[in-house]
């Protein structure tokens, strides 16, 4: 049914069921497995005068988002889904994570979405947001949200 789902993953506890169900998912179904995680790289330069400080701390979350991509490729092969996998930086300020997934899943193109949500409300959702909610309201297929526990 699903011949190609794109997970998104952030190393949490809730991407990480994410991934397994999109594993599930892709075996099931013989599909081919897209793992994107998105680095939002621009919100650390919110001023020039900070740009030279945080050349470390962008080479950390690349870094991070690089590690999280392995880890994830590799339950992939152990689980005998073929996969390949994105890192996709944000290099704007009105750039968000739901945007940069929705646009990976366009380029490639998913016939699924699979996402974790960690289902905040109240003023942390008002305040933080949610990926999950950005990428369901504009993806270009299904999107599958798997919840924390």
Known sequence: MYKRILVAVDGSETSQRALGEAL???KLHLSQLRIVHVVDIAS???????????GRLEAALTGAGTKILAEASASAAQAGVPSDTRLVEIGTLSGRVADAIVREARAWPAELIVA????????SHLFLGSVAEGVMR???APVLLIRAQ
């Open 24 to 26: 599930a998912l892709a």
């Open 44 to 54: 650390l330069y919110l001023a020039d005068s900070y740009r030279a400080s945080t």
């Open 116 to 123: 974790g949500t960690h289902g905040r409300r109240g003023l």
């Open 138 to 140: 504009t993806a270009p």
